[in-house]
């Protein structure tokens, strides 16, 4: 595939995403504050350059191609307006309504007016990141998974406003690096977050309140319901900070008292223990990581 595609923000998600549509053929611009220094490109071509060399022992259709073709295709720069040749264009950023709808007017301005504006926000409704805009026919929901690199499908939020044009340009995106489109219409979580932040939340409860331990909890859900993976590693996979800033999100767009944060998320962010990224949360992990490497008691890759 050719062509170039935006990426706004480096985080878990964003480095994760840069990396598939690389791998894909696609030129990447990643957007992040954090690459306005010398040290910090070099920080973030170091993490992604990790992630590559372990992605590639996990996908061997790609084994055959260097990791520094891969990095070649990727661009980095600290300012949205690199993102003026970008056909397509998927925003990373924290959770947080306000700095997102702040980055959507700001795409809205400098992208090409036939740019799909994406977002891979976990919670927030699309219609509402469509209304910063003046294209809310070109703005779409791609929530990956993460790792990225490692799930297959994404759940597309198509919201009242977004043509049949945005969502089959999706659709034929995702295809074109190996993943498939799942939709969905529009609403605070979606489907996937409006179920298991409660789960998340609750079982944070049930451990908090004594009723039994993390593994306890996660052992449940593996051995008598077979899931692959409990609720608590999965939050630590995705972030303890941004489940409560997600759970907030769902707070505020329902108005449901069920997604009111409990204390012992808030907490645990308090004092630090993040999950997977800060090496501690729920469980413990070997070293602070970004999605691939295996945690303390074997590989964990389910996540929303
Ligand atoms: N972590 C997960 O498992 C997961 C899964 C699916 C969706 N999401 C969603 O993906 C989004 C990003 O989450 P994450 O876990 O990657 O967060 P993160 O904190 O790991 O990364 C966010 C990145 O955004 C950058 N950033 C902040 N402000 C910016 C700006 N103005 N312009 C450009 N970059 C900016 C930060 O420097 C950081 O690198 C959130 O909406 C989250 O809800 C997360």
Known sequence: MSGTVGVVGAGTMGLGIAQCLAE????????????GSAAGVAALL???????????????HRVGEPVARV????????????????????????????LKERIFAELDAV???????????????????????????????????????L?????????????????QRTLDLLASIDKTGIVVTD????????????????????????????ATVDRLFRDCLGHSTGPLRTADLIGLDTVVDTLLVLLECTGDPRFRPGRTLLELVRSGRCG???????????RPVNGLAAPTGGMSTTDG
């Open 151 to 167: 799930r297959d499908s994404v759940e597309v939020v198509r919201a009242p406003r977004t043509s049949a044009d945005t969502l």
């Open 24 to 35: 894909g053929g696609y030129d990447v611009v990643v957007v992040d504050p954090a690459a």
């Open 71 to 98: 990095i070649e295709r990727i661009s980095w720069t600290d300012r949205a307006a690199g993102l003026d040749r970008a056909g397509y264009v998927i925003e990373c950023v924290p959770e947080r309504i306000p």
């Open 46 to 60: 170091a993490r992604l350059r990790t992630e590559l060399r372990q992605a590639q022992l996990l996908t061997p």
């Open 111 to 149: 992208c090409s007016p036939s740019a799909v504006l994406a977002s891979v926000t976990s919670a927030i409704p699309i219609d509402r990141l469509a209304a910063s805009t003046r294209r809310p026919d070109l703005v779409i929901g791609t929530h990956f998974m993460n790792p990225a690199p």
């Open 187 to 214: 609403g605070p979580g979606f489907v996937i977050n409006r179920v298991l932040m409660l789960t998340v939340n609750e079982a944070a409860e049930v451990v908090g309140q004594g009723n039994a331990d993390a």
């Open 276 to 286: 997977r990224k800060t090496g501690r949360g729920f469980h413990q992990y070997p």
